[in-house]
């Protein structure tokens, strides 16, 4: 992972709170709208460094609430703790699989908003929540769980197509080659 | 597992959202201001992109359907012409005898000040309800002004930037306004307090209502006034049920908003 591919997360992060802000098709058709930053944080603590992870949070979390009617900075530690728990276990995680993502995914889809929210009700805000949030916590959920799946495919589709790649060197050398005969 | 340098970044990302929390409301709201700068460029383009797709499909309508289409609207512009002229006639007759009766009670209305706004963002989290339109600073805006459709009162401007705001829909309990009940004799005074729950923006409450003896589903429900942060007269919508007593001693009901406010595309700014 290099440094052009995390300019990519960070610019794929501003890019989706602005879509979470003006495209609502999603909103109509289910009643929530999806939050694209715990997907881009499970990407990137799977594939980046605590730094990138950090960054990442930061200016997702304050462009999220910037354009919301959140506090300033609610969402940043939430999507940074989330992170940083899948990274702390990432040698352990079968991160290939297709499975392993879409749960990861919507683990992280389900625990920020819950965060944010405990965040926000202990500073005295008072957001609309009723019976109605479970139904928009399960949606959430799934549908963070496919835009992870969705994130691993179409970055790692980018860092294929955008850096080189070092040729994988076969053991075999011909100064090396033992020629056998008769004599 | 995690190392030093991983807990060294957490410390980090904590201080900076603890220093953020802890800023004074002003200096949050300036900074999200700041932020939500950033974004400008985007609405702009998004904003430049669906007037184009909106000419493309003017250029490809009939011109004889575009020639029965302002036949109706030249019909139409005409009867709103006369009723303005009615409402004006009746808004001075109004002011006549407000001045023979030297009516000081309240400050006297006058002609509402209207501005066209066209909304370009909602709110990204699930537990708020609030908007974005494309009117700022620059263009006189101001905390607290009326937003409306012409179906009836939506909210009211919350946070001002230089050529953006945010509207605090009406069922935000950011956004409280006063209503009144019209029932045949007095009008029962309340609170529009907040909404019934985030998937169902078409329902509010109206509470601290003292008497419901009067109140039955389907009155109309407009802005009272009181307080003045909003002007009276606005409609808000209809009350959906029989009032009921809640454990305080006051009565609240649901009101069915007139707005749709899930199908915002243009409002309208009172201004002051």
């Given at each position: 992972m290099n440094l052009l591919n995390s300019i990519l997360i960070i610019l794929a992060s501003l890019i989706g709170v602005y879509m979470e802000c003006t495209f609502n098709g999603f909103r109509h058709l289910f009643g929530a709208q999806l939050d694209v930053l715990p997907p881009l944080m499970v990407y990137a603590a799977l594939r980046t460094n605590p730094a990138i992870m950090a960054i990442l949070a930061v200016t997702g979390g304050l462009c999220f609430d910037s354009l919301s009617a959140n506090l300033l900075g609610v969402s940043t530690l939430p999507l940074y703790l989330v992170s940083l728990a899948v990274y702390s276990r990432r040698?352990?995680?079968?991160?290939?699989?297709?499975?392993?993502?879409?749960?990861l995914g919507?683990?992280?889809?389900?625990?920020?908003?819950?965060?944010?929210?405990?965040?926000?009700?202990?500073?005295?805000?008072?957001?609309?929540?009723?019976w109605g949030s479970l139904w928009q916590w399960v949606v959430m959920g799934v549908g963070g769980g496919l835009m992870?799946?969705?994130?691993?495919?179409?970055?790692?589709?980018?860092?294929?197509?955008?850096?080189y790649h070092p040729v994988a060197q076969s053991s075999f050398r011909q100064d090396r080659e033992i020629a056998r005969g008769r004599n | 597992m995690l190392k030093k340098p991983h807990y060294i970044a957490f410390g980090l990302v904590g201080l900076v959202t603890l220093i953020v929390l802890s800023l004074p409301q002003h200096t949050a709201g300036q900074i999200k201001l700041a932020i939500g700068g950033l974004f400008l460029p985007l609405f702009g383009l998004s904003k430049s992109s669906q007037q184009l797709i909106r000419e493309a499909g003017n250029a490809v309508v009939p011109r004889s359907e575009l020639i029965r289409q302002n036949g109706v609207l030249h019909q139409s512009n005409e009867v709103y012409r006369l009723r303005a002229m009615q409402a004006e006639a009746v808004f001075r007759e109004n002011e006549h005898l407000r001045q023979l009766l030297s009516w000081r009670q309240g400050t006297p209305q006058s002609l509402w000040n209207l501005k066209l706004a066209r909304v370009v963002g909602q709110d990204p989290a699930n537990w708020w309800h609030t908007i974005q339109i494309d009117l700022g600073s620059r263009d006189g805006m101001q905390t607290n002004l009326t937003v409306l459709v012409p179906e009836g009162f939506v909210g009211r401007i919350s946070a001002v930037g230089l050529t953006t705001s945010q509207v605090a829909l009406i069922g935000n309990p950011n956004c409280k306004v006063s209503a009144i009940v019209a029932s045949d004799k007095t009008g029962?005074?309340?609170?529009?307090?907040?909404?019934?729950?985030?998937?169902?923006?078409?329902?509010?409450?109206?509470?601290?209502?003292?008497?419901?003896n009067n109140l039955k589903p389907g009155q109309i429900v407009r802005t009272s006034g009181e307080g003045g942060l909003t002007r009276g007269g606005i409609a808000i919508g209809q009350t959906a049920e029989n009032a009921r007593t809640v454990e305080l001693g006051y009565a609240e009901v649901r009101v069915k908003l007139s707005a749709n406010l899930n199908s915002l595309e243009e409002v309208w700014v009172l201004m002051p």
């Open positions: 040698g352990l995680i079968l991160q290939e699989q297709f499975y392993a993502r879409f749960v919507a683990a992280a889809s389900a625990i920020v908003p819950v965060l944010s929210l405990l965040l926000l009700l202990s500073t005295r805000q008072s957001p609309i929540i009723g992870t799946v969705a994130c691993f495919w179409i970055f790692d589709w980018l860092n294929g197509a955008l850096n | 029962e005074i309340g609170v529009i307090t907040g909404g019934t729950g985030p998937l169902d923006s078409s329902l509010v409450t109206l509470s601290y209502l003292s008497n419901t």
